[in-house]
């Protein structure tokens, strides 16, 4: 929090910004590992999950909300996301087609 990041455009790298966030939240927990050795979160209530996604909503700017001509969501991600989507990518791409030379 309060730390300055880099942040690219997902599809277009050639946009960029430095964003100082608010809040930093986790948003990946691990409920059903593939391992049976790794640690797991207790999956909640479906009422906690159906309330949080609603306070969430109504978080969301009302111009991003609206029916008629919403404000587009900007997204970000940071570089080091940015450089494993590309390596994924990449990887995806030779298993499409094995003749891709680096």
Known sequence: EGERILCRHPFN???RAYVVPQRVEELLKCFWPGNPDE??????PLKEIRDRCIKQLELM????????NPTPYK????LGIQ?????????????RNPYICN
Not at 83 to 95: H, I, P
């Open 39 to 44: 640690r797991r979160e207790e999956l909640p």
């Open 13 to 15: 790298e050639s946009k």
């Open 83 to 95: 450089k494993y989507r590309s390596s994924w990518d990449m990887t995806r791409a030779e298993a």
């Open 75 to 78: 997204n970000r991600i940071q």
């Open 61 to 68: 700017r009302p111009d991003h909300m609206r029916r008629l």
